[in-house]
């Protein structure tokens, strides 16, 4: 017999990678959004992103990214960005939950800036693995007003050298990555198994 219970909760993060997403501001500078809504398709990556956000309007205007993913030690730096928003003036309803202005993330999250290869925006050196992306195309579907899906191809992956096997394959046991799960920060538990695909 069933022992669940029909609940609404307020959000549905139930579990998915961090991503501090790079995009370039108009005058030319390197602006940093978390994010917690992406998944892979081979070699794209779908990102969900707040219509009202500058990382949405840069991508609009200029399409390079990077999709930087920070470990689960990073959490502390990541959540320092999470009420800070780089439009000035603060929109109405990011004020309403406690957004402020922040022209230089990398300063407030303690974060390194480094250069990208194939694309403007720079990449974040703490995070062990950087992908640079172009976006390909930006859907605002009416059914998730607020909200809209970003589909980006990724050009090049930068990962920590002592993450990387057979020269382009990434070890699983070393990558931990910060995992936003019901508005909480968790890592990974220790290896349970693996698929019959793996090649590590």
């Not at 993060?13 to 940093?32: K, Q, S």
């Not at 920070?70 to 957004?99: C, H, Y």
């Not at 390909?136 to 579907?141: A, D, E, S, V």
């Amino acid at each position: 017999m069933s022992s669940h219970v029909t609940i609404q909760p307020k959000i549905l993060y139930y579990g998915a990678p961090v991503v501090l997403l790079t995009t370039e501001n108009p005058d030319g500078t390197t602006n940093i959004s978390p994010i917690s809504s992406s998944w892979a398709l081979g070699e794209y990556i779908i990102l969900g992103l707040g219509t009202g956000s500058q990382g949405l309007e840069n991508l609009r205007e200029r399409p390079g990214c990077v999709i930087n993913l920070p470990d689960a030690g990073m959490w502390r730096q990541v959540e320092a960005l999470a009420s800070l928003t780089g439009k000035d003036p603060v929109p109405p309803n990011k004020q309403a939950i406690g957004f402020r202005y922040e022209k230089d993330k990398f300063a407030a999250g303690a974060l390194t800036r480094l250069a990208s290869e194939t694309v403007r925006p720079e990449r974040i050196a703490e995070c062990p693995l950087q992908l640079e992306a172009e976006v390909r195309q930006i859907r605002t579907p009416e059914y998730a007003e607020g909200f809209a899906i970003v589909e980006t191809h990724v050009r090049r992956v930068h990962a920590e050298e002592h993450m990387v096997v057979r020269e382009r394959y990434v070890n699983p046991q070393a990558w931990n990555p910060l995992i936003y799960n019901f508005r909480h920060y968790f890592g990974l538990s220790e290896e349970l198994g693996k698929t019959y695909r793996s090649e590590t």
